[in-house]
């Protein structure tokens, strides 16, 4: 079975440029999470869904906003991009809410801002 | 505020020892908690999860245990080998979850 998958795998962008990032679930999962991770630090929640609404959010400025599709794949979208939001960012799925279950990462997608 | 702790941040081994990694967390009202590796540049890979109820899970060479009224969880190591060599965190789950800066393991040949 297929795990999770994100695209794309590499982005460079420049500040101010918007920058759009995918995500596809493992097949059967509903919810969906977002995770900033810099370097040396471990990963910040951004956001999750859960059958299409929008479940949690996290610190995160509103130049960050993501949705979730009828089929549960889901896009991240940062506008404004400053050189801070350079970082890898990961997505999750969970067959549930995630609360009591495991959550699944993809590879995630790495986005310099230059 | 949750805050994740992990310590040591780096840990270096000759292989086939036995080793803990350590975890603590400031609020016990958690869902459950999940130990993940993650390779260099690398998304996230789930290696036990831990629910509330539970005391320890156990996987192969891996056992993790969790003591929610003292904050702490512990994965313990058994027989290390250079392919354990990797970033390992922590995470504990409320109504988000939250992650610990991780200990970046070394294993030697």
């Known amino acids: 079975d297929a795990g999770v998958t994100q695209s794309p795998t590499h982005l460079i962008k420049t500040r101010g440029q918007h920058v759009t990032l995918r995500c596809s679930p493992i097949?059967?999962?509903?919810?969906v999470s977002w995770y900033q991770q810099v370097l040396g630090q471990g990963p910040q929640f951004i956001f999750q869904?859960?059958?299409?609404?929008?479940?949690g959010r996290g610190n995160f400025p509103d130049r960050f906003s993501a949705r979730q599709f009828p089929n549960y794949s889901s896009e991240l979208n940062v506008n404004a991009l400053l050189l801070g939001d350079s970082a890898l960012y990961l997505c999750?799925?969970?067959?549930?809410?995630?609360?009591?279950?495991?959550?699944?990462f993809g590879p995630g997608t790495r986005l310099t801002v230059l | 505020k949750q805050e994740v702790t992990q310590i040591p941040a780096a840990l270096s081994v000759p292989e086939g020892e036995n080793l803990v990694l350590n975890c603590s967390f400031t609020?016990?009202?958690?869902?459950?908690l999940q130990w993940f590796r993650q390779d260099p540049g690398k998304g996230l890979t789930s290696l036990l999860l831990?629910?509330?109820?539970?005391r320890e899970q156990t996987s192969g060479r891996l056992n993790a245990s969790l003591d929610k009224s003292s904050g702490r969880s512990t994965l313990y190591i058994a027989a290390s080998q250079p392919g354990d060599s990797a970033t390992y965190l922590c995470?504990?789950?409320?109504?988000?979850?939250?992650f610990g800066a991780g200990t970046r393991l070394t294993v030697k040949p």
């Open positions: 999750a799925s969970s067959l549930g809410t995630g609360l009591i279950d495991t959550q699944y």
């Open positions: 097949s059967g999962h509903k919810s």
């Open positions: 869904y859960y059958e299409k609404e929008e479940r």
């Open positions: 609020d016990s009202a958690i869902y459950n």
């Open positions: 831990i629910q509330s109820s539970q």
């Open positions: 995470a504990v789950q409320e109504d988000d979850m939250r």
